[in-house]
């Protein structure tokens, strides 16, 4: 039996005693989402077993079908963060507006959001499904947070991960220091170090589309997704198609294996489906932390300044080169008009 491992608490203190001015709070905002994870991975492995499966009958704010676990991880991940005093404001994708911490509690330097359990639709048939989070450092100056807090650009995140809670539960996080993975053991309750540095591949093996969709794209985003088929071998090799329906386990697959996801805009999600705060700034934080880089289509994905806390955005994420071939294709057949409130874009 192996008995040198890294616990996730170990090598996030080595990595703050690199700096001497760390007070140990983000770290410790760490722990406190770990510890979340575990609650809600017991929870979802249970759930099968306790009958606790279905919807608990009340939509979410984008009207969408709320299950039990999504209300169940939206409580846990409130209540491991409300009371460490680290925490100024949260906001949550199942809630409509920020989320105060408790009156009795000091306001602390951070702003975390998440999305508590993203692509809860796989939840009834057994597949992977993820937390998501992100935290920003407080702008506003005193008192606890406000919307200012979490309405920042991606760009400004201070630490992003996901949680995915499939064969094996796993963390990946970045505080812009790499990308770093942890697997779960279960017989010790400890997340263990086991994919330090990712680096994604620059050219994916994958692509991953919902592809009943492709008539509601427009012919740009056809002609770029025919280059993934195979279709236009003098720009780019064809791709194997691997989709699941749940950001997490698609994006971490390409992130390890290389390979791009994409949900664009189409006639009945003019915006894209994903939402910008909780889903594609994380996200985007972690693939161009690990080499890979996100856009909207044309844009960075961490220079969109939000302006408000549900906003969607169309996402292309993954391995550098082919969510560069995407934005080329756009670039060359559509005129789309920027998104508002975009920083000064990065060339990809
Ligand atoms: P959710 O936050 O309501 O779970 O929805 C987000 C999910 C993502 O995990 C996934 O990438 C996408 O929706 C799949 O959408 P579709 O079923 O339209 O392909
Ligand atoms: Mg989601």
């Not at 993820?130 to 450092?137: L, Q």
């Not at 994916?204 to 985003?221: C, H, L, P, Q, T």
């Not at 972690?286 to 880089?293: D, K, L, N, T, V």
Request: with cysteine.
């Amino acid at each position: 039996m192996q008995t040198s491992v890294t616990t996730i608490e170990k090598f996030i203190s080595e990595q703050e005693n690199r700096y001497p001015d760390a007070t140990g709070e983000l770290s410790n905002l760490l722990y406190d989402i770990a510890l979340a994870a575990k609650i809600i991975a017991a929870a979802i492995r249970r759930a099968g077993l306790v009958n606790i499966l279905g919807s608990a009958g009340s939509g979410n704010v984008q009207g969408e079908e709320q299950q039990k676990l999504d209300i169940l991880a939206n409580e846990t991940m409130k209540n491991c963060l409300s009371h460490t005093g680290r925490v100024c404001v949260m906001c949550s994708e199942e809630e409509e507006d920020i989320i105060p911490i408790p009156a009795n509690v000091d306001a602390g330097k951070y702003a975390v959001l998440f999305d508590p359990l993203d692509g809860s639709s796989n939840i009834d048939v057994n597949s992977a499904v993820g937390t998501i989070f992100s935290i920003y450092r407080r702008v506003s100056l005193e008192g606890r947070g406000t919307v200012e807090d979490v309405l920042q650009p991606g760009c400004r995140q201070v630490a992003a991960g996901y949680v995915m809670y499939g064969s094996s539960t796993m963390l990946i996080y970045t505080t812009g220091q790499g990308v770093h993975g942890f697997t779960l053991d279960p017989t010790i309750g400890e997340f263990l170090l086991c994919h330090p540095r990712i680096i994604t591949p620059r050219v994916g093996r994958y692509y991953s589309i919902n592809e009943s969709n492709f008539g509601r794209w427009d012919k740009a985003v056809q002609q770029a997704v025919r280059g993934f088929h195979g279709d236009r071998p003098l720009e780019m090799a064809g791709k194997n198609s691997r989709y699941i329906g749940s950001l997490v386990a698609d994006f971490h697959r390409n992130l390890i294996a290389g390979g791009v996801f994409m949900y664009p805009a189409d006639t009945k999600n003019p915006r894209g489906k994903l939402r910008l705060l909780y889903e594609a700034a994380p996200m985007a934080f972690i693939a161009e932390q690990a080499q890979g880089s996100a856009t909207d289509g044309l844009n960075r994905i961490l220079d969109i300044v939000p302006t408000a806390l549900h906003q969607r955005t169309p996402l292309v994420i993954g391995s550098r080169e082919d969510v560069g071939y995407v934005a080329d294709t756009l670039r060359r057949l559509q005129v789309s008009p920027r998104p508002t409130g975009t920083l000064e874009t990065s060339v990809l």
